[in-house]
């Protein structure tokens, strides 16, 4: 099975401060097209999660620029470049390809 | 805009089968994987399985013993059977679409707004 880790699994940020999350897969997710088959998530408190990132790189539509995915194979990192008040939530990465899809255990983004 | 609502009994008793219905309103039914995912209270997200619209499925092999999910293309609607069930199950269930990029399933890009199932006596 693939194992999707990511670190830290709590982020406390200052407003206006960038933060970055780490998402590492046990198995390149790099496909022979090219395209690297994973996506972002963000759970804000008491709703369902949201598209922010696919395919590694491009962000969904209407997600803010400040967002921002990067990565290939099996490291990948989503970077917000000045955090805000309305980012607070749980960020997912998510392994696609149609066999296992797998979640990473999330990472808790709270403001200090 | 793409909607999902999922339906279905909010209290299940243990060892019974638990049955939730999606329906899919403002879009097209074909060309899409249409999933199901759960979240623990508390805890993180877990894939169950999808079901294209070709009719075949991917499940879950943590719970693929336990899982059917079907659809009714006419209705938009799609199912989630999971039997003999436990306290474990008690969790937030999410239906929701996932995309296609180049053949293959690459990210969920609609979901419901989810519903709790107990499993409790």
């Known amino acids: 099975d693939i194992v999707m880790t990511q670190s830290p699994l709590s982020l406390p940020v200052t407003p206006g401060e960038p933060a970055s999350i780490s998402c590492r897969s046990s198995?390149?997710?790099?496909?022979?097209?090219?395209?690297?088959?994973l996506a972002w998530y963000l759970q804000k408190p008491g709703q369902s999660p949201q598209l922010l990132i696919y395919l590694g790189s491009n962000r969904a539509s209407g997600v803010p620029d400040r967002f921002s995915g990067s990565g290939s194979g099996t490291d990948f990192t989503l970077k917000i470049s000045r955090v805000e008040a309305e980012d607070v939530g749980v960020y997912y990465c998510l392994k696609a390809l149609q066999t296992s899809i797998t979640f990473g255990q999330g990472t808790r983004l709270e403001i200090k | 805009q793409v909607q999902l609502q999922e339906s279905g009994p909010g209290l299940v008793k243990p060892s019974e089968t638990l049955s939730l219905t999606c329906a899919v309103s403002?879009?097209?039914?074909?060309?899409?994987?249409w999933s199901w995912i759960r979240q623990p209270p508390g805890k993180g997200l877990e894939w169950i399985g999808y079901?294209?619209?070709?009719?075949?499925?991917n499940y879950n092999p943590s719970l693929k013993s336990r899982v059917t999910i079907s659809m009714d293309t006419p209705k938009h609607q799609f199912s989630l059977k999971l039997n003999s069930v436990t306290a474990a199950d008690t969790a937030v269930y999410y239906c929701?679409?996932?995309?296609?990029?180049?053949?293959?399933?690459?990210?969920?890009?609609?979901w419901g707004q989810g519903t709790l199932v107990t499993v409790s006596s």
């Open positions: 079901i294209f619209y070709s009719g075949s499925t």
């Open positions: 403002g879009g097209s039914f074909s060309s899409y994987y």
């Open positions: 198995q390149s997710l790099l496909h022979g097209n090219g395209y690297n088959y």
């Open positions: 929701a679409r996932g995309g296609i990029w180049f053949g293959e399933f690459y990210a969920v890009d609609y």
